[in-house]
Nanobody, 126 residues
Framework: QVQLVESGGGSVQAGGSLRLSCAAS????????MAWFRQILGKEREGVAV????????YYVDSLRGRFTISRDAAKNMVYLQMNTLKPEDTGLYFC???????????????????WGQGTQVTVSS
C-alpha cells in the first residue's frame, strides 16, 4: 500500500500561484502513474494532470494546459503541481493519486487509482 500526503494548498488571489506537493511512501513498487485530481463543490472529482513514472511523460486536461504543470522528484518520491494564473473556478480540494494502470484503463478515471491522499484545499478569491 502506498501512502500519499499532500501539502501546499492555501488561499490566494486570482492570478496568483500555488505549488502543491505530494509525498509518497510505503510500497511504491509497481506504481506507474501518479496524478492530481480535484473536487470542486457540486462537481465530480476530475483529473487535472498525470505523470507516467516510467518515462516522465505528462498529460493535462485541455482546459488547464498551460497553467498547470506536473513534475516529480524521483529521488525524494515527490510529485508536484505548479498552478499559475489561478482563477476562482480553480477553488477546490486537490488530491494526489497513485496507481498501477494497465492497458485499456483510463489515466483520467479516478477508479484507475488505488492510493489517495487526504487532499489539500485551494481557495482562489477574485
Amino acid at each position: 500500500q502506498v501512502q500519499l500526503v499532500e501539502s501546499g494548498g492555501g488561499s490566494v488571489q486570482a492570478g496568483g500561484s500555488l505549488r502543491l506537493s505530494c509525498a509518497a511512501s510505503g510500497n511504491t513498487y509497481g506504481i506507474n502513474y501518479m496524478a492530481w485530481f480535484r473536487q470542486i463543490l457540486g462537481k465530480e472529482r476530475e483529473g487535472v494532470a498525470v505523470i507516467a513514472l516510467h518515462r516522465d511523460f505528462t498529460y493535462y486536461v485541455d482546459s488547464l494546459r498551460g497553467r498547470f504543470t506536473i513534475s516529480r522528484d524521483a529521488a525524494k518520491n515527490m510529485v508536484y503541481l505548479q498552478m499559475n494564473t489561478l482563477k476562482p473556478e480553480d477553488t477546490g480540494l486537490y488530491f494526489c493519486a497513485a496507481g498501477d494502470i494497465g492497458m485499456g484503463r483510463s489515466i483520467w478515471s479516478s477508479q484507475s487509482y488505488n492510493s489517495w491522499g487526504q487532499g489539500t484545499q485551494v481557495t482562489v478569491s477574485s
